[in-house]
């Protein structure tokens, strides 16, 4: 059974940095896609970063670019979003996800965490 599991969210100044986490767990996870997404309450969710856990070849939405790196430790099992140069905007639900197909890197995810919270005040 995959498990991911978030952790880090809160609350951040703008143009401050915070660290989000996903625990993975239930499976090994070479040849997986692994993703990070948002979503705003009435929104629809945001791609916001993935990467393959074998190769870390990785993929960022515009909006973030520059400002996130999404890495993994393969010994840790778990996967990262270094969030920095924080804006209000980046307020949202944040929701690690993995898949078995690497093709599409913001689509067709199979597995979801349940999210955690970030805000980020102006």
């Known amino acids: 059974q995959v498990q991911l599991v978030e952790s880090g969210g809160g609350l951040v100044q703008a143009g401050g940095a915070l660290r989000l986490s996903c625990a993975a767990s239930?499976?090994?996870?070479?040849?997986?896609?692994m993703g990070w997404f948002r979503q705003v309450a009435g929104k629809e969710r945001e791609f916001v970063a993935a990467?393959?856990?074998?190769?870390?070849?990785?993929d960022y939405a515009d909006s973030v670019k520059g400002r996130f790196t999404v890495s993994r430790d393969n010994a840790k099992n778990t996967l990262y979003l270094q969030m920095n140069s924080l804006r209000p905007e980046d307020t949202a639900d944040y929701y690690c996800a993995a898949k078995t197909e690497i093709g599409n890197p913001r689509k067709f995810y199979r597995y979801w965490g349940p999210g955690t919270q970030v805000t980020v005040s102006s």
């Open positions: 239930g499976r090994t996870f070479n040849n997986w896609r």
């Open positions: 990467i393959l856990w074998s190769g870390g070849s990785t």
